[in-house]
């Protein structure tokens, strides 16, 4: 459903002077990135893991963390969720999502917000959308310990890039001391350090490969209900397999 209240002229004018977008979305007919590097794109990837999330989401409350434009936001609002709340660090892409809901006629908060200060929203929501956050992050595994924590009730929807190989090596639960050679296993869980910059983005800081991405979110608390594209997984909020999240753990002192 549109606005109605801006031509098609004046949605692209004020599209174009609130930036690039990352996010493509077609605003009446208005497309915000129509040379996107990576094609139609969100739309591309939502196409293929879409069938995933239901269909119909009335009732049910939404927490979008790391909104860009807000192109996941619209989606849950057009399959009925009642309400939506997207946050991002970035005051521009907000205002891009901002538009883009205006434009497209959806009822959506946007918020100013680093996904460190979630548990300062005080309440949980029924899904929580994590897509395209994680690799950005300095601390990727605190940030999952504060959603599960702090503001996931039940279905976590992650998507991160990844690199390396698409294959899961078998990992045992524990390896003796000496033991090496498991970690020189393609499918190990790997989390690669970018130290400069990848893609001419210095906020790229990390590239997991998909055993890893399942491990961090296991690690988390997070069971994998399904993995339908290579770089998304579906989970459901369940018990972290240890007691203590990223906080170090304070331990006693052994006996001399």
């Not at 997070?222 to 240890?242: Q, S, Y």
Request: hydrophobic share 40%; aromatic share 12%; with cysteine.
């Amino acid at each position: 459903m549109s606005s109605g209240a801006l031509s098609r002229a004046e949605i692209r004018e004020r599209a174009a002077a609130l930036g690039e977008w990352f996010h493509n979305i077609d605003l009446d007919g208005v497309p915000t990135a129509p040379n996107h590097f990576l094609n139609d794109y969100p739309n591309v990837k939502w196409r293929r893991f879409e069938h995933a999330i239901p269909a119909d989401l009335h009732g049910q409350t939404v927490l979008d963390v790391g909104c860009n434009g807000g192109f996941y936001s619209i989606e849950m609002r057009r399959r009925g969720a009642e309400r939506v709340l997207g946050l991002d660090v970035d005051e521009r892409y907000l205002q891009q999502a901002r538009f883009a809901a205006e434009v497209t006629g959806q009822d959506i908060e946007f918020r100013l917000m680093s996904v460190y200060d979630v548990a300062e929203l005080g309440e949980r929501f029924d899904i929580v959308l994590f897509m395209g956050v994680l690799y950005h992050l300095r601390h990727p595994l605190l940030a999952l310990d504060l959603i599960h924590d702090h503001v996931a009730k039940d279905l976590l929807i992650f998507q991160s890039m990844q690199r390396g190989t698409s294959s899961i090596a078998p990992v045992r639960a524990d390896y003796d001391f000496f033991e090496q050679d498991h970690f020189e296993d393609p499918g190990y869980p790997k989390l690669h350090f970018i130290e400069h910059e990848y893609a001419g983005d210095w906020t790229n800081w990390w590239a997991p490969n998909v055993a890893c991405s399942a491990a961090m979110l296991r690690s988390a608390g997070f069971d994998i209900l399904e993995h339908p594209e290579e770089e998304v997984f579906i989970c459901r909020r369940g018990e972290r397999p240890k007691a203590a999240g990223a906080v170090y753990p304070a331990r006693p002192r052994r006996s001399a």
